[in-house]
């Protein structure tokens, strides 16, 4: 299925081919004003402004947010961090690797007590640091296992 054939109704959501490609505007450029929606999709500014909002209340939108280019705030090393966690500790290691700011994302998968998470740091030296003296000072953290990432074939946002 296409990206744009998303079967939004089946979640219980209708979104329309001009909600889609208002939210791949604001997918590639979340400062981008209504107006410029306006006139890219051939609504009013306020149309565009209701339908933004609809899908913010439905929870489709969840955040306007900026994306930052890693390597120009100093974190140049992308690494893949596994994370076995003690049984009952999983949710408490997952959220206290969630507030670490040089952590993009965690997530838990099927199977063993591991965490999954992409993190970003300075470089080899400092990726050593982070996880002795970080990483495995959370409590129930058992053992981490980390790959620097060499390169990216993709790396998007939904609908861009």
Known sequence: MRE??????KL???LDKTDIKILKLLA???RISYAEIAREVHLSRMAVRERVMKMVEE???ERFTVQLDSKKVGLNTPVFLQ??????KLDDVANELAKHPKIESVCAMTGKNELYANAFVKDVESLQQFVFEEIYKIDGVVKVEYNIITKKYKS???FT
Do not use: K
């Open 28 to 30: 590639n450029d979340s």
């Open 4 to 9: 744009d054939s998303l079967d939004f109704d």
């Open 59 to 61: 929870g489709v939108v």
């Open 156 to 158: 998007r946002r939904l």
């Open 12 to 14: 219980g959501i209708h």
């Open 83 to 88: 994370v076995e966690a003690a049984p009952s």
